[in-house]
Nanobody
C-alpha cells in the first residue's frame, strides 16, 4: 500500500523559512506527478505547487517566487522550500501524488494518494 508522509512543519515568525518533506513508501513515484496543497481553517484545500517527473514545476500565484518545489527520485521524496512566509501561509500542508501528469493538477480530485498533513503556523 502506497503511503505519503509529510514532515518539517512547525511555528515560524513572519519573514522566516521552512522546508517540508514528503516521503513516499510502498511504491515508487519517480515517474509520477507530485504536488503540495494546503488547507487553512474554515477554507477549502488549495493547490500550492506541483512537479513533474522530469522536473517541470507549477505554482499557485500566491506562492510563486517565495516557494520552491523539488524532488529526489532516488529517495522517493519531494520537498517544499518556503521562504518569506507570512501569516496567510498558515495552514495544514498536504502532499499528493498521481501516476502521471494531468492538466487538472490544481484540483484535489486529480490525485490518488495523499499524506496526513503537517501544520505550518506563521506568527506576525
Amino acid at each position: 500500500q502506497a503511503q505519503l508522509v509529510e514532515s518539517g512543519g512547525g511555528l515560524v515568525q513572519a519573514g522566516g523559512s521552512l522546508r517540508l518533506s514528503c516521503a513516499a513508501s510502498g511504491r515508487s513515484f519517480s515517474g509520477g506527478f507530485l504536488a503540495w496543497f494546503r488547507q487553512a481553517p474554515g477554507k477549502e484545500r488549495e493547490f500550492v505547487a506541483a512537479i513533474r517527473s522530469g522536473g517541470s514545476t507549477y505554482y499557485a500565484d500566491s506562492v510563486r517566487g517565495r516557494f520552491i518545489i523539488s524532488r529526489d527520485n532516488a529517495k522517493n521524496t519531494m520537498y517544499l522550500q518556503m521562504n518569506s512566509l507570512n501569516p496567510e501561509d498558515t495552514a495544514v500542508y498536504y502532499c499528493a501524488a498521481r501516476s502521471y501528469f494531468s492538466s487538472s493538477y490544481s484540483y484535489t480530485t486529480s490525485y490518488d494518494y495523499w499524506g496526513q498533513g503537517t501544520q505550518v503556523t506563521v506568527s506576525s
